[in-house]
């Protein structure tokens, strides 16, 4: 099956570092991937839209400057939280489109999840 | 616009008793619609999607689920729970074919009591 991997799995960051992450489609190639932040008990929400080759859709109230996406290649997306702080805290969850299986719905597969603790 | 109700944001049942877990969409066009399962610090798997086929899907585990336009409906159940199944259940729609966006509701966490 289609599997997304990302990295790391939990990272402890200062406030006002960056931090990255990365979102990889192991076996099939993503033209599209999402990225989600997840509160404690609370549900995902959707952050942007990572497009192969061109710019990032943001939904609306997620600063952009802060939150860098980079779809660089048809199997790794990255967030960069830049300048970090302890608000943005949080589990970030990535998907991808398999838009070559064979299901006629191009359906989302969902990476393990970061656990990001800015101190 | 689309979004989804999930009534009940804690459902515990017993061990071997059925498991009904309510979804409710809205959406101004036909929906898609997907049970996904969390388990802890981990990410969403799919367990059923509905897609405009058959109303009944049947998913993964021993769950399926039955759309039902003139209730807004796409409850989850399963006949018999185990204690595997505790875990946090998200139902999800987007609006159409190929539509990239997924809307999640609040989420259930399913306890299963021994």
């Known amino acids: 099956g289609a599997v997304v991997s990302q990295h790391p799995s939990w990272v402890i960051c200062k406030s006002g570092t960056s931090v990255k992450i990365e979102c990889r489609s192991l076996?099939?190639?993503?033209?599209?991937m999402f990225w989600y932040r997840q509160f404690p008990k609370q549900s995902l929400m959707l952050m942007a839209t990572?497009?192969?080759?061109?710019?990032?859709?943001?939904e609306q109230g997620v600063e952009k400057d802060k939150f860098l996406i980079n779809h660089a290649s048809l199997t790794l997306s990255t967030l960069t939280v830049t300048s970090a702080h302890p608000e943005d805290s949080s589990f970030y969850i990535c998907?991808?489109?398999?838009?070559?299986?064979?299901?006629?719905?191009?359906?989302?597969?969902f990476g393990p999840g970061t656990r990001l603790t800015v101190l | 616009a689309q979004s989804v109700t999930q009534l009940g944001s804690h459902v515990s049942v017993s061990e071997g008793a059925l498991v009904l877990l309510r979804c409710n969409y809205s959406?101004?066009?036909?929906?898609?619609l997907f049970w996904y399962v969390q388990y802890p610090n981990q990410g969403l798997q799919l367990l059923l999607k509905?897609?405009?086929?058959?109303?009944l899907v049947k998913g993964i585990n021993g769950f399926e689920a039955e759309f039902k336009k003139s209730e807004t409906s796409f409850h989850l159940t399963k006949p018999s729970a185990h204690m595997s199944d505790a875990a946090e259940y998200f139902c999800?729609?987007?609006?159409?074919?190929?539509?990239?966006?997924?809307?999640f509701g609040t989420g259930t966490r399913l306890t299963i009591i021994p």
């Open positions: 998907s991808a489109r398999d838009q070559g299986g064979p299901s006629s719905y191009n359906e989302q597969f």
């Open positions: 076996d099939f190639q993503a033209t599209t």
């Open positions: 509905y897609t405009s086929a058959a109303t």
């Open positions: 999800a729609v987007s609006a159409y074919f190929g539509n990239e966006k997924l809307t």
């Open positions: 959406s101004s066009v036909p929906p898609y």
């Open positions: 990572s497009n192969e080759g061109s710019k990032a859709t943001y």
